[in-house]
């Protein structure tokens, strides 16, 4: 069975860095398919973030171009988000799933709630 | 990027019941679309992509139809565990967009 699972800190100051992390268990990250970040924020709008790719390749949400890193541990089976200069926007659930066929996201972890906040 | 406009925002039913959400893109997305069900503390779930496919698992009083701008997901003869949070989401093109999201309720 395939398991996402969500890991980081639950707050985050202004203007630092956010870092989470995704530990995948049941399916090995560079077999297939591309791993992503999506995220929730208060009142339930949601966002995708980016991926990284079973080959390494990312791909970015053009509105966290310039704040966002996806890259992985293939020794671990894991990949990490970085998110820079967070600001209390950036409060919200942070989710890692994958992306099945079609480009629809097949398997999700249950997420992690990030504040920012002084 | 695709605007999806989701509708209505809550509702309530009764078990037994049958109900509708809507689903609205921005400009063509082709059959593209996915539904999702979130309910606390629960991975979220794939219901439907393509439009109208069911994912593997899914019961089949969950059915999707639409294609272009407009979708819609029919949940049939509602269960207790249906309830929840619901939401569209566009995978034709990136940024892949999602809706504002439904909250189902019990009536």
């Known amino acids: 069975e395939i398991q996402l699972q969500e890991s980081g800190p639950g707050l985050v100051k202004p203007s630092q860095s956010l870092s989470l992390t995704c530990s995948v268990t049941g399916y090995i990250i560079t077999s297939g398919y591309d791993w992503s970040w999506i995220r929730k924020f208060p009142g339930n709008k949601m966002e995708w973030m980016g991926y990284?790719?079973?080959?390494?390749?990312?791909n970015y949400n053009p509105s966290l171009k310039i704040r966002i890193s996806i890259t992985r541990d293939t020794s671990k089976n894991q990949f990490f988000l970085q998110l820079n200069s967070v600001t209390t926007e950036d409060t919200a659930t942070y989710y890692c799933?994958?992306?099945?066929?079609?480009?629809?996201?097949?398997?999700w972890g249950l997420g992690v709630m990030v504040t920012v906040s002084s | 990027d695709v605007q999806m406009t989701q509708s209505p925002y809550n509702l309530a039913a009764s078990p037994g019941e049958s109900v509708s959400i809507n689903c609205k893109a921005s400009?063509?997305?082709?059959?593209?679309l996915a539904w999702y069900q979130q309910k606390p503390g629960k991975a979220n779930k794939l219901l439907i992509y393509d439009g109208s496919t069911l994912q593997s698992g899914i019961p089949s009083r969950f059915s999707g139809s639409g294609s272009g701008t407009d979708f819609t997901l029919t949940i049939r003869s509602l269960e207790p565990e249906d309830f929840g949070l619901y939401y569209c989401q566009q995978h034709n093109e990136y940024p892949f967009t999602f809706g504002s999201g439904t909250k189902l309720e019990i009536k």
């Open positions: 799933a994958r992306i099945g066929y079609g480009y629809n996201f097949d398997y």
């Open positions: 400009k063509s997305i082709s059959k593209y």
């Open positions: 990284i790719s079973n080959s390494g390749s990312t």
